[in-house]
């Protein structure tokens, strides 16, 4: 009965024969150059690239290791080789300066310019100050600029003097000296020639005292009009030295900026930016001749305790070229590893002063998002998500297509030291977000903005179908992998069992897995293990050594649990026959490694209705998956053996030893045969282990982790001393799930070690019991000898023994009632 559900040995594991890979080693084949499936991804990578509108930006998702950011790498590069154009074309990505803003210094001005012109202006600014300053200095220490300067001054000093010589010539003739000091102008009575004290004057009669004032005021008078006069004259004067020299700076500048604006006449904000730097430089011709030269000294305290920093004189004629595109080919690619806030959207430095910080638009520092402006932009979401203020900051900067320089403090609302407000850019970048998928489902879900901004997903699966292309490819891949990383070359076992190991990743024997990184690590470390060896090619024995060292590296904690069974200490019985009791298998996970562990469960039933209780979760110590199998259970029971009877029953569950929480709905079906066995009074065998899932109609359900559940039981049992009647019962759903070591597969062989499938759970009570499960007669009975004809019978006892109990407490509550007056 048993040998009907035993599996033979070619069922526990696919082979790669040898014979798929027609090739003595990878030096021989041609490496891949394109990648292994992951068409559906692929074609979402191209449909996002070849959109050009808003909000279609690709989110790549999928696990860790399946070459997400690798084929990112290589579109963009396709695409990148693609659109390489003639160096004169003009759809290459623009070079961005900031300049000086004339009407508002706080605000400066963005320009925009071609490919590479950036720098050639900045230059161009240089040597337009340059000139300027050399040309100015030439032309204004000149002897015709300075004597058609002193003839300008002398013309107008001779209008003073004559001016002046003819109110001292009046105040004379009315008998006054006209005289000048720092305390201004004296008109003094003169008596013979002299001028008179002041006892003399005050001897005067007061008809002449009289006469002499009124006389004053009248030259008075004339004295203040020659004062306008004069003063008006040096205005004159000022006006026509400051128009002297415009005119020269008109002259020095009309040349070197028409020469400018013809160069850059395709560029009208440059143009404008030109004629304001026309008029700044005619309004400040002094620092281009050298007038700061003639300042006073500054003290000796002024020096010790400056109140600014010293300013750059021709600081609004400097370039700052924000965004440098001369040594691009074709659209920027950029991949931001650390998406700070400033590294991504650019900053606004700041040089510290005296306790604070002063800065200016030269500091302006271009960011990621600016860097790649008409290109791509590829982004990790955990790094992202990392920065505080990165997400929205970034999803404002898709949404309004420009980029706005600002204080990270400012997004948080808090008010940061009032500093340069630079003019937006607009940014057309194509972003690529890299990332999990429970990222995207979270943002999808939470985020109202996310499927706006990106509209496009790129799903990488983690598995391919295992056909003869994809085997073939997988060999193309290590030769391709081996010649870029200087590894010694693969025979064809070497690599057949590199496929096998791709195909146990996955645990599936029709799928291939795609997660390269962990082939990659296999390849190295069976190169390793090759060269130890002293071997020229990476061979299948080389290939296992590293699997096998791998996992010695890793499994401290998986000896250490098995040293506690075989030493007793952890109760597990590979040997004999027991009621209620059952081996369960439970996979531990530790971090990059996991193994499968046996444990004991028990059942024990009883007469009542509290129907199956579940210690673990009476405890807290259980998932919800697991007390969903759990109750699942009364469904079985209910449908199978209450149909004409009520259900009375008491069990209860419990995984012995167990202090730790557990969850997955694996072990329903061990608990069920557990409670079955406990019914009926037939025990079960305890070399056989048990996994798999149950449904309310006693199908056994396909289990995760079924490699290494046997393989821990049977490592259990190699341990113990193995008997040749151990083995273990899995669902039959998971056959192709089965990658089991070769220790195992040879065990079985051997007849030391079985594996049993079964589709329900009279299938494996059955192994388990040697016992037939029974089905019902037409009369619907079931075989009194049969396991389910036992568990029915011992729950109708269960039912007619707790209606008997009831009975005498119903009789007397009656009495009673008939006692009553």
Known sequence: MVSLFELPADKLRWRCETSLLPFDCTADLTPLEDFVGQERAMRAIEFGLGVNKPGFNIFVTGLTGTGKTTIIKAFL?????????????ARFPEDWCYVYNFNDPDRPQALNVRRGSGKILKRDMETLVQTIQREAKKTFESEDFARQRQVTVEQMQKKQQELM????????????????SPAGMALIPVKEGKPMKEPDYLSLPSEERKRLEEKRGEIEKKAEEALREGRKLEREIAARLESLEQQVGEYLVRIPLSELREKYEAYPKVLKYLDAVRDHVLKHLHQFIGAAEGAPAAGPLALL????????????????????????????????TNPTYHN???????????????????????????????????????????NPGVWEALKRVIKNRELRLEEPATFFGWLPPQGLRPE???????????????????????DPDFRETFKVKADFDFEIDRTKESVVAYACFISAYCQREGLRHFDSKGVAGVIEHGARLVEDQGKLSTRFSDIADLLIE??????KAGSDLVGGEHVERALEEKIFRLNLVEKRIQELIAEGTLFVNVEGSVIGQVNGLAVYQMGDFSFGKPSRITAKTFMGRSGIVNIEREAKLSGKTHDKGVLILSGYFGGKYAQENPLSLSTSLCFEQSYEGIDGDSASSTELYAILSSLSGIPLKQGIAVTGSVNQNGEVQPIGGINWKIEGFFDVCRLKGLTGQQGVLVPRANLRNLMLRYDVVEAVQQGKFHIYAVST?????????????????????YLSSSVNGLVERRLKEYSKQLKNFAAPSTKEQGDESEELP
């Open 77 to 89: 590069k396709k695409i990148t080789d693609q659109k390489r154009l003639p160096e004169e074309d």
């Open 165 to 180: 010589e003819e109110l001292v010539e009046e105040a004379r003739m009315t008998g006054f000296m006209l005289r000048f």
């Open 305 to 336: 305790q400056p109140s600014e920093p010293p300013a750059d004189p021709f600081l609004p004629y400097r370039v700052n070229v924000f965004v440098d595109n001369s040594d691009t080919q074709g659209p920027p690619i950029l991949i931001e």
């Open 344 to 386: 991504l959207f650019g900053v606004v430095e700041k040089r510290p002063f005296m306790g604070g910080f002063v800065t200016d638009f030269t500091q302006i520092k271009a960011g990621s998002v600016s860097r790649a402006n008409g290109g791509y932009l590829v982004l990790h979401d955990r790094d992202v998500m990392a």
């Open 424 to 446: 937006p850019i607009p940014t057309d970048t194509k972003m690529i977000m890299i990332g999990d998928p429970m990222f995207y489902h979270a943002l999808s879900m939470w």
């Open 526 to 531: 069976s190169s390793y293990w090759a060269e």
């Open 761 to 781: 759970i009279d299938e494996g009570i059955e192994v388990l019991t040697d016992v037939p499960a029974g089905q019902r007669d037409q009369a619907g009975q």
